[in-house]
């Protein structure tokens, strides 16, 4: 290989990163199969409590400045939008509290969240008959799938602030998706677009060994 194809260090580390995650899922690590079908507990089976909030990325970390953020929301609706970062504030906000479980066991209860409901952008965008699913288009090339009535889940939104304060780019300012019912995977941060599908576009992880849904309560880890 000539030195132009050389990884560059980031492209180093994003590698390893990538391939010890895609290690922990073909070996089902984590994994302790005692499934909490009747969520009796608050903590999901194989997981633990953190205080902290841990930043996990791709060794990617994009800054997108206020004036030239864009979401784009389009594919199968009958409105599809383009929005500056002025307009998306000029939504109806909404605050929700809810609990972050992520696939690598930590998860941290009772994150505030400020930000625009799903239901805010399914009444702004309208959707076609044809829609079955909602794919997340990140800055930094990540992409995850969720299905449409994951994404209408009431406690669902397109975050720009935790915890009173603006979302730092490291976990994933301007705005990011949360999708709290799910392992934290599926809450893409840094997103520029929101594609509604007829048919489902598997993601970055879902394409490396993680589970086409992600509900921590059965332990969907991996595929
Ligand atoms: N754009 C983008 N979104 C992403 C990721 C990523 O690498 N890029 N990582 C996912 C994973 S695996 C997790 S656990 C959470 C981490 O979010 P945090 O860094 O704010 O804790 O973001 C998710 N969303
Ligand atoms: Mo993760």
């Known amino acids: 290989m000539s030195d132009g194809e050389k990884p560059s260090l980031i492209g180093q580390i994003k590698d390893k990163l990538i391939h010890s995650k895609e290690r922990t899922a073909a070996e089902g ?6 499934a909490d079908l009747r969520r009796e507990n608050r ?3 194989g997981q633990h409590l953190v205080e902290k909030w841990p930043v996990l990325d ?9 004036d030239t953020w864009a979401l784009v929301i389009d594919g199968a609706v009958r409105n599809p939008v383009t929005l500056g970062f002025d307009e998306f504030m000029a939504l109806p906000q909404v605050h929700y509290v809810s609990d972050i479980h992520c696939v690598t066991t930590w998860s941290r209860y009772d994150n505030n969240w400020d930000g ?16 079955r699913h909602v794919i997340f288009h990140s800055h930094d090339g990540y992409t995850t799938n969720i299905k449409l009535e994951v994404f209408a889940e009431p406690d669902v939104l397109l975050a720009h602030a935790w915890e009173g304060e603006r979302l730092t780019r490291e ?6 998706a949360i999708v709290p019912q799910w392992y934290f995977w599926k809450s893409a ?14 993601g970055f992880w879902e394409e490396r060994g ?9 332990e969907e880890r991996y595929s």
């Open 171 to 176: 976990h994933g300012g301007p705005v990011r």
């Open 29 to 34: 690590r984590h994994l302790t199969g005692k």
């Open 189 to 202: 941060k840094w997103i520029e677009r929101i594609e509604f599908s007829p048919v489902d576009k598997p």
């Open 43 to 45: 903590l999901p089976p």
């Open 210 to 218: 993680y589970h086409n849904e992600a509900d921590p309560w059965t």
């Open 58 to 66: 791709l060794g990617i970390q994009p800054d997108i400045p206020l």
């Open 116 to 131: 625009v409901s799903s239901q805010t952008i399914l009444d702004l965008v309208k959707p076609t008959d044809a829609a």
